[in-house]
């Protein structure tokens, strides 16, 4: 596909002058440009007497939807060529965008940010999917300002869409683009005092659409304004919202929450030291341009984030952002922790990341990148999931309170590594790499002894166990959602009523849309999916010693350690898999330990599997699912890093508390790992 030409349209005001308002049908997957020549109600009719024989999904048609099987699904569009060989000669209202160099922002999404028009840019059969659908607006005209020159102001509400002009299609358009930039003419209703621009036919609305369109390495929000036929299903048995508008909203954060209300917390230190930036320039505008209203506050020394949260008013959010590595996620879930109102923090704010660290495990194993506006993108669509946590305990602090950790701990080669490697921070994730290295040539030991409550031992038990939990999360999930809604649905699909043959569930789930957002809200927030006090009770406190049923670890090996790692998400940096097995919710920590004594030829498969999660099916890596543990150095100096932060050297003891915490999932679970297929 052929579009160069389209470079040469320089500005809005060049595409304004010479494009129709561009008509579109609401499909299954998203919202579909048609050909200029069809009115949307031809096109309609035509695509429904094609798909007599053929399904919709079977149409040639240009598409921001990229393979849904692909981990990088958001990253690799293929119509992206397509699309993004076009011009973007219109540049965010910098006035909005700009950083504010106070310690609090107060920002909401009603802001008055004028985002690139695309208008006239997407080709015929482009289908925005809903999974990329931001916000959506009716565009309204007062009576006494329309500014139509060639016709009277009832005129195009009283023609036949397929006999507006050519003119007059201009002339509304540019109208109403110059009034939308003046001031608040867009409104998300129909009321009574003002019209929308539509056809005689009752079905076909103005409206703008703002999306997240790729742009080199990211998603920025564009909008377009586009005429959309839509009829609700004519059957009464189907209760759909006659509201195009809120139609479009409901297919585009079906299973999410809409508006959300985010307290940002950026750690202007974390990764190169360019969070702030980060956030300012590729998430913001993302999310202001889905309405969320954020409130964003600086940390100014470590352990900062903890009094933050401790101090904020839960009431007034939803979410927590993170625009940090996975340090800030830590802190937050221990402030979070340490308030007299925990149960009530946990049950109402889910924690979230926007990769703005080194490591960002958090958002490559639960938004699957770590790219900040895609990850933002995800953070607006994702879904709500409570996962595990683990809780810690060392003699020193455990009497005050336990830590909490969401993602791992470790001793030996990775922790040393970790933190030692901090005075080199400027290199980025590759300092964690070049440490490693360093470290296991040299062959170090980490003596301890290690206790084990076990799940899954073997990796062959390991191996069912991951089956049978892999999809049970989202199965759940999927259960409370479906069963309400397929009563609704049947086998009607939201193609302006067309009845196709295909209806895949699971890829609809990421891209498609659904109906009943609160409903969704109500059952997913139902009380028996609240945690209460009991579950933040510590099942083995540490001052009662090893419970009998918990195993020692073979002393050879613990005398000999090398890597002493357990975790609950499956990434622990971008580009290293060290828990390729690790579920969100399987009520599991996966453990993994090496033998220092290993040779270093039969290292060398163990790292070089790292990025692919293969090391832990060497025979030299142990590997299973457990519950709880106590690990007890033999050293005199040395640490623990817990979720990548810095501990002291003393006995740990650590279990897993299920589904303690709230976060947001891609789909309602973690990044495919392809463990199943290992
Ligand atoms: N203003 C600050 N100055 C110095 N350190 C800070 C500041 N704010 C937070 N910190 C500390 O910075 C540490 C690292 O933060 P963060 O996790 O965000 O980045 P990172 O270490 O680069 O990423 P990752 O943890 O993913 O590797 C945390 O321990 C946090 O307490």
Redesign the pocket.
Same mark, same amino acid.
């Given at each position: 596909m052929t579009l160069r030409s389209s470079k040469r349209h320089k500005g809005r005001s060049h595409h304004s002058r010479n494009k129709q308002p561009t008509s579109a049908i609401l499909t299954e997957e998203g919202i579909m440009i048609m050909p200029k020549s069809s009115s949307p109600y031809q096109y309609a009719n035509r695509m429904t007497d094609k798909r007599s024989s053929t399904s919709i999904d079977n149409i040639s048609r240009t598409s921001f939807q990229s393979n849904s099987d692909n981990n990088s699904i958001f990253e690799t569009a293929s119509l992206i060529s397509c699309v993004t060989c076009l011009s973007d000669t219109d540049t965010m209202d910098r006035s909005e965008t700009s950083t504010r160099d106070t310690s609090k922002d107060d920002l909401t999404g009603n802001a008055k940010v004028h985002y690139p028009s695309v208008n006239g840019q997407l080709p015929a059969n482009t289908v925005i999917p809903y999974g990329r659908i931001l916000d959506a607006r009716y565009i309204v005209r007062e009576p006494s300002h329309y500014c139509d020159a060639t016709s009277s102001p009832s005129s195009p509400l009283a023609s036949p869409i397929n006999n507006i002009t050519e003119k007059d299609d201009i002339g509304e358009l540019e109208c109403f683009q110059r009034k939308e930039r003046k001031g608040n003419l867009l409104s998300r209703r129909n009321d009574s005092s003002s019209s929308l621009i539509s056809s005689k036919l009752p079905s076909t609305k103005l409206v703008e659409v703002l999306f997240a369109r790729p742009r080199r390495h990211d998603v920025v929000p564009k909008r377009v304004s586009l005429l959309i036929d839509y009829k609700p299903h004519p059957s009464p048995r189907i209760k759909e919202d006659d509201d195009l508008v809120e139609e479009i909203l409901k297919r585009s954060y079906r299973n999410t929450r809409r508006n959300k209300s985010i307290f940002v917390i950026i $750690?202007?230190?974390? *990764?190169k030291g360019k969070?702030k930036k980060l956030f300012m320039t590729k998430a913001k505008p993302l999310l202001l341009a889905s309405r969320c209203s954020i409130e964003v506050v600086?940390?100014?020394?470590? *352990?900062?984030?903890i009094e933050i949260v401790q101090e904020i008013d839960i009431d007034k959010y939803d979410t927590i952002a =993170?625009a @940090? *590595?996975?340090?800030?996620p830590h802190?937050v879930i221990n402030g979070l922790y340490r308030r007299p109102d925990h149960v009530k923090a946990f049950n109402k704010l889910a924690i979230t990341e926007i990769p =703005?660290? @080194?490591? $960002?495990?958090m958002s490559v194993s639960c938004h699957w990148t770590n790219n900040p506006s895609y990850s933002t993108l995800c953070l607006i669509k994702s879904v709500e999931t409570k996962v595990d946590l683990m809780c810690c305990s060392q003699p020193s602090y455990v009497r005050e309170h336990p830590k909490l950790s969401f993602l791992s701990q470790t001793y030996g080669l990775i922790a040393e590594t970790d933190i030692n490697t901090e005075f080199i921070?400027w290199m980025g994730p590759a300092r964690f790499e070049l440490g490693v290295a360093f470290n296991i040539i040299q062959k170090k030991r980490y003596p301890c002894e290690i206790y084990v409550k076990y799940a899954a031992k073997s990796k062959n038990e390991l191996k069912t166990h991951y089956l049978e939990y892999k999809n049970k999360g989202s199965l759940e999930f999927q259960h409370i959602t479906m069963n309400k809604h397929d009563e609704d649905r049947n086998n009607y699909n939201y193609d302006n009523g067309c009845e196709t043959e295909n209806e895949d569930e699971d890829e609809g789930e990421d891209e498609g849309g659904e109906k009943g957002n609160s409903s969704f809200f109500d059952l997913v927030n139902s009380s028996t999916d609240q945690i209460t006090e009991e579950d933040f009770k510590i099942k083995y406190p540490l001052d009662e010693g090893v419970p009998c049923d918990w195993e020692r670890l073979d002393p050879n090996i613990a005398g000999n350690l090398g890597i002493f790692y357990t975790g609950k998400m499956p990434y622990v940096?971008a580009d290293t898999k060290f828990f390729p097995a690790a579920l969100p919710s399987d009520g599991t920590m996966d453990m993994v330990i090496t033998d220092a004594r290993t040779s270093l030829t039969r290292m060398a498969p163990i790292l070089l599997g790292l990025d692919k999660g293969s090391h832990v099916l060497q025979p030299e890596v142990l590997h299973s699912k457990i519950l709880a543990y106590k690990i007890i150095p033999k050293l005199t100096s040395g640490l623990f890093s817990i979720d990548?932060?810095k501990f002291p050297l003393e006995p740990l003891q650590v279990e897993i508390m299920p589904r303690l915490c709230k976060t947001l999932l891609r789909n309602g679970r973690y990044v495919d790992t392809d463990f199943d297929s290992m």
């Open positions: $750690n202007p230190f974390g *990764g969070a600086y940390t100014k020394y470590p *352990g900062h984030a =993170c @940090s *590595g996975d340090g800030i802190e =703005c660290g @080194s490591g $960002n495990a921070r940096a990548g932060e």
